[in-house]
Nanobody
Framework: QVQLVESGGGLVQAGGSLRLSCAAS????????MGWFRQAPGKERVFVAA????????DYADSVKGRFTISRDNAKNTVYLQMNSLKPEDTAVYYC??????????????????WGQGTQVTVSS
């Protein structure tokens, strides 16, 4: 099992940037596919971005493509989400998630096994 702790959320003006971090416990971090999801008030949690075990494959929701970048540092057991050109509609609680059985090729947008507690991102207009 892996435990995930997000950080880096906060309040930012539209057009600004934030970088979220997700620190994972355990010695098998590099075996997990990792993803970021978000949940806005009154809405369901949705996929944002995912990265493969070694970082060679990534995937993004259309709403964030070109603005957000997911990356990972397996030596530090950490996955990141760099968010640029933020918009008010990006306001949400952002969750980090781990996939213990990632596909051999690519990444998946659902079926994650472990979740962090979330970090709030608020973008003011």
């Amino acid at each position: 099992q892996v435990q995930l702790v997000e950080s880096g959320g906060g309040l930012v003006q539209a057009g600004g940037s934030l970088r979220l971090s997700c620190a994972a416990s355990g010695r098998t971090f590099s075996s997990y596919g990792m993803g970021w999801f978000r949940q806005a008030p009154g809405k369901e949690r949705v996929f944002v971005a995912a990265i493969s075990r070694r970082g060679g494959s990534t995937d993004y929701a259309d709403s964030v493509k070109g603005r957000f970048t997911i990356s990972r540092d397996n030596a530090k057991n950490t996955v990141y989400l760099q968010m640029n050109s933020l918009k008010p509609e990006d306001t949400a609680v952002y969750y980090c998630a781990a996939d213990r059985n990632p596909p051999v090729y690519g990444v998946r947008r659902r079926g994650y096994d472990y979740w962090g507690q979330g970090t709030q991102v608020t973008v003011s207009s």
